[in-house]
Nanobody
Framework: QTQLVESGGGLVQPGGSLRLSCKAS????????MGWYRQAPGNERELVAV???????KYADSVKDRFIISRDNSRNTVYLQMNSLKPEDTAVYYC?????????????WGDGTQVTVSS
């Protein structure tokens, strides 16, 4: 069974940094695009950043120039380096990936990791 496991959330002061990691585990799959979404209380889940297998990236306007998404294809892992964090970045962050199993592209979601930005 293919699954995503996130790590790296926590409590940080405004202006601080955190690094999230997400690893895909299982067997007989190839990971396509990987990304991060977030959901704050009372809000819909929103895209934060996405990265293709080839390394092309896309960011939400609210995190451009502060967050950096990267990936290690040999480890099936995606990272989100979050700098200059603001209270409005507080949310549950979810990892997302497309996994090719045979000819089928399956959407995968992690369970989420809490990021709280507060003094």
């Amino acid at each position: 069974q293919t699954q995503l496991v996130e790590s790296g959330g926590g409590l940080v002061q405004p202006g601080g940094s955190l690094r999230l990691s997400c690893k895909a585990s299982g067997s007989d799959f190839t990971i396509d695009d990987m990304g991060w979404y977030r959901q704050a209380p009372g809000n819909e889940r929103e895209l934060v950043a996405v990265i293709s297998r080839g390394g092309s990236t896309k960011y939400a306007d609210s995190v451009k120039d502060r967050f950096i998404i990267s990936r290690d294809n040999s480890r099936n892992t995606v990272y989100l380096q979050m700098n200059s964090l603001k209270p409005e970045d507080t949310a549950v962050y979810y990892c997302n990936a497309g996994a090719w199993v045979g000819s089928h592209l399956l959407p995968l979601w992690g369970d989420g990791t809490q990021v709280t930005v507060s003094s």
